[in-house]
């Protein structure tokens, strides 16, 4: 977008009156572009403690019922949460393992308990079954070391 024409007054009163106005007005889109700017990081902030409180009452809430509870945090809020990993248990052979959900190809907003029918275990899946996964919680760093065999 091109820059805003203002005409040049013809007189020296009013050249200086214009020029200060225009001063004035770059000084106030300055000061608005930084509270902006320092708002703007307060709120990706408060946003991102609000995700890591969901993700921890929905942890506490999975351990004390222990079944995928929903409404669940989504992919996009648990990453936004620092809790990337999501702990999962083979409902078959009881295997745990963790899942990487800033590696997974779904949509940022899929729920994390919708997961629970998509995930399977590994080693169950090399020999021809396909149990479900039972979700555990999020976490920050995984817990089980993978074991490829």
């Not at 809020?77 to 052979?93: D, G």
């Not at 079954?129 to 817990?143: E, F, G």
Request: hydrophobic residues 40%; aromatic residues 4%.
């Amino acid at each position: 977008m091109a820059p805003k024409y203002h005409p040049t007054p013809l007189s020296g009163g009013d050249r200086k009156a214009l020029n200060k106005e225009l001063g004035k007005a770059r000084a106030m889109a300055n000061i608005l572009a930084a509270q902006s700017a320092e708002m703007r990081a307060k709120a990706e902030t408060m946003l991102q403690q609000a995700d890591k409180l969901l993700c921890e009452s929905w942890n506490e809430r999975m351990w004390s019922e222990g079944e995928p509870i929903d409404p669940s945090p989504t992919i996009d809020q648990a990453i936004n949460a620092s809790l990337r990993w999501l702990e999962i248990r083979c409902a078959l052979c009881k295997t745990p393992s963790d899942v990487d959900l800033a590696a997974m190809k779904h949509v940022p907003t899929t729920f994390v308990h919708d997961l629970a029918s998509r995930l399977r275990c590994r080693k169950c899946a090399t020999a021809g079954r396909r149990p479900a996964a039972t979700l555990l919680q999020l976490t920050a760093h995984p817990r089980h070391p993978r074991t490829d065999s």
